[in-house]
DNA sequence: TTGAAAGCGCTACCAA
DNA sequence: TTGGTAGCGCTTTCAA
């Protein structure tokens, strides 16, 4: 069996008060006794237990991370870098593959809520705004990542999406793109929307068209359902010469549609993604894509849950948004009709 | 706040003993009462602390897992899986990537016996066997996932790491490969050592040999290093003209390096990967790897970590051993010379 | 300095 | 059927 606090005491002949305070480096104890107890814990081989520690108030030491699905190289790298600072401080991370599904993103956010954690992380969508007010009200601390939330005030940490999708939709004008798609995800999702804002308004600013019909949202099966969408805009007579993609994931469908049916890429169809994951680098041809620093925002936004930053004016909820980096590859180039 | 069991036997006007009753569905209750409290309980948004019914000695619904890095795809899938299964019996799953650091394992299994975790699933190598025996008097249910634990009778679920290495090398051969090379992992991953053994066994029994300047370790970087060592393989007079590799992401790097070096790949060096990750359906060309069946392997670990199975004879841990499979891509083909 | 004791929120046993 | 109550393991006053 386990050993508790008091075989610690019995042990060593001392109240469990004691052992407390050696367990929290706090309240005054003698050298002695303290080394005793401390000798007396590593015989037994204590560890307090968190479960009970954090049934008196006390941390549990958990943090929570809602986003789509873990097995998505993006998020599995925000993970990482969530899961990293969170060790920093001594947290340990509870992952939540949502699939952008509002059941299992409200089954999971009570679940934590239940568990105690001492953060929840949100990077997946969701429309059940009232359960985050139900989880602020149990004053749990949030925070979004990659991805707004409005209509709540919550520290966020986000890539400039807007921006993002103007850059990609710059490089295609500056290549001579005239007739350019888009591959979104669900429209639940903002980010998206986002890039997709960002990516029209630069091409109606250059005096060109989005029509909606060159604009394709896609479903939870990010590679099969981009190959879909991509087959039936390369099938249009007036096929698009280029096609900007949500996410590295969606990119790929694009990349094996376009295989698939004898497409040449960049020469007849070049295409954008979006994340600069792993797989945008081994890709044939390797990805142009529009890069996320996953680690920096990892790093903010657990910074931000634990309110481990500087104090913000209270009330006001910090908000980060850093800039998305375009990265130049193989698989853009210039429209063969020019 | 938060409302407690009090709370809503105060509101209910019944004691707490009455709440309790209704939230697991035992004892015996009018069924007015019932209704009056579960009534009260949503009205509240009442939700039963976790953390106090744990420490009563319940279940804590927590499971971990430890991999090596959840930014490695074939680990993310594997969580994936593992997560999905977890969800149907009510646990969620704590990761914990350990980068195969005897420091980092360690002090997050202590970390998760702390936490009074239902079960620890384990996708990492570690020496430390020492810290197992201690988790499994403390009794918490541990498993093993694509990984062997030898000296430790634990449940197991892996694929046969031999057999995929002779295959690998039965498909290098029959192409008419006769001078290869192996990419393989930290000597302390054993499904690593054992996939190299299999493809040896399976070469020498083909009368040739593979010389241990042939096989290249490496480190953590694990696409990096890997394109490191199949450089150094490449510069050699008698350079392979196949090198096996004994996971996609190593393979990543030999295909880089090939790249690099103006090496084509398949005509002058083929490339076997390992895991048929989302990687190996992206590169260029695509891989031809030894496939894992993750999704199942991730329910059977843990239907044995919570024990769902149909109880093996005591005392006899459970051992499940799934077949590889070749999935043949265009990363491999016939030597140039021949 | 030290320790007795009152919780933390919930479960389960036992008496009413 | 119901509710009082003794823990679960730990933290934290508050006296001694």
Redo the contacts between chains.
């Keep these: 069996?386990?050993a508790t606090i008091y075989d610690v005491a019995r042990e060593a002949g001392v109240s469990i008060a004691a052992v407390s305070q050696v367990i929290n480096g706090k309240g005054k104890i003698s050298e002695e006794r303290r080394a005793s107890i401390i000798s007396v814990m590593e015989q037994l081989?204590y560890?307090?237990?968190?479960?009970?520690s954090?049934?008196t108030g006390k941390k549990?030491?958990?943090l929570g991370l809602l986003i789509p699905?873990?097995?998505?190289?993006f998020f599995?790298?925000i993970?990482?870098a969530v899961?990293?600072q969170g060790d920093v401080h001594g947290y340990?991370?509870?992952?939540?593959?949502t699939d952008n599904k509002d059941e299992r993103v409200e089954r999971?956010l009570?679940?934590?809520?239940?568990?105690?954690v001492d953060g929840i992380i949100i990077g997946t969508g969701m429309d059940s705004g009232e359960l985050l007010d139900?989880l602020l009200k149990?004053?749990i601390p949030l925070a979004v990542i990659a991805r707004e939330m409005p209509g709540h005030d919550l520290a966020t940490v986000v890539v400039d999406d807007y921006e993002g999708g103007r850059m990609a939709a710059r490089h295609l004008l500056g290549l001579g793109h005239t007739r350019m798609a888009v591959l979104a995800e669900h429209r639940k999702v903002i980010s998206s929307r986002e890039r997709i804002r960002g990516f029209q308004d630069e091409v109606v600013e250059a005096g060109l068209q989005l029509p909606e019909y060159m604009v394709k949202m896609n479903g939870r099966d990010l590679?099969n359902d981009g190959r879909r969408s991509a087959s039936e805009l390369l099938r249009y007579a007036d096929r698009p010469t280029a096609v900007f993609c949500c996410n590295d994931l969606l990119a790929?469908g694009a990349?094996q549609a376009a295989k698939e049916m004898g497409v040449r890429v960049p020469e007849e169809l070049s295409i954008v993604g979006f994340d600069n994951t792993?797989?945008a680098t081994?890709?044939?041809?390797?990805l142009t894509t529009v890069s996320q620093p996953t680690e920096q925002m990892g790093q903010l936004v657990v910074d931000l849950v634990l309110s481990k930053n500087d104090a913000a004016k209270p009330g006001e909820s910090k908000r980060v948004m850093l800039k998305p980096e375009l990265v130049v590859r193989q698989s853009t180039g210039k429209p063969i009709s020019i």
């Design positions: 069996m386990k081989n560890k307090p237990s968190l479960i009970a954090a049934l549990t030491y958990t699905d873990i097995s998505n190289p599995a790298e993970a990482r899961e990293d340990s991370l509870v992952i939540c593959s999971y009570t679940l934590l809520g239940q568990k105690s139900l149990k004053s590679v790929i990349l792993i797989l081994v890709t044939d041809p390797p």
